[in-house]
């Protein structure tokens, strides 16, 4: 009897022995990144903003449903104009701190506001969410801003870029190595009020589905 406890001891000690052994030996996986999130209190309300004769253009580039800020313009109109309201998945929007100056919301034609309410089965429809185009927001300046932000709402995704731009209209991403960008306001100063051609804020004349 005595014999057969000492062999069950063994056993059982042998069995966590080599169970533990085995959980070293496992490599450790590490967790994937979670996908970022719109914020659980939702975002903060369109601000007052701010009128101006100057205006910043940005070129927005989509590639595969992902926005980016490639470039920026300034061009003048004839009198101060506010920022337009409107209702949009994108947005682009001047910060100084934690205080938010003003916000132009918009939409790229054919992107889905939100893949996740896409229907499924037989009867989906087409997938719009891999879309590729071009187009352009425009926003008053506020002169106070420290930095831009292009807000994927649905996501909750955000691109922080030092502002102002640089002389060739490029934004340096916040965090990267190169120092803020220092614009020269001349460089971007359209000379008359024409210069801002013929165009229109985020409009589908303004993209073209070029699949770049």
């Known amino acids: ?17 080599a169970a533990a052994a085995l959980s070293l030996a496992e ?19 369109d601000p007052p903003g701010n009128a101006s004769k100057k205006q910043w253009v940005f070129d927005i580039q989509v590639q595969g449903g992902k926005a980016s800020l490639p470039r920026v313009s300034s061009v003048l109109v004839n009198t101060p104009t506010p920022t337009v309201r409107m209702m949009g ?17 918009f939409d790229v034609p054919m992107l889905d506001r939100d893949s996740k309410d896409r229907r499924r089965g037989p009867l989906r429809g087409p997938d719009f969410t891999n879309v590729s185009t071009r187009l352009k927001v425009r926003m008053a300046d506020s002169p106070r801003a420290a930095f831009v932000a292009l807000v ?46 013929g165009f229109g804020d985020a409009g589908p004349s303004d993209a073209s589905v070029d699949g770049r």
Not at 89 to 105: N, P, S, T
């Open 1 to 17: 009897m005595k014999n057969r406890r000492l062999f069950l001891a063994l056993g059982l000690g042998a069995a966590l022995g």
């Open 27 to 45: 490599p450790s996986r590490a967790k994937a990144p979670a996908a970022p999130e719109p914020p659980r209190g939702g975002f903060p309300p």
């Open 89 to 105: 998945r994108f947005a682009v929007e001047f910060w100084v701190g934690k205080e938010l100056l003003d916000r132009i919301r």
């Open 152 to 197: 994927d709402r649905a996501t909750g995704d955000v691109q922080r870029f030092a502002w102002p731009p640089d002389a060739e209209g490029r934004l340096a991403p916040l965090g990267a190595s190169a120092a803020p960008a220092q614009a020269k306001e001349t460089a971007f100063d359209a000379g008359s009020p024409g210069d801002s051609g």
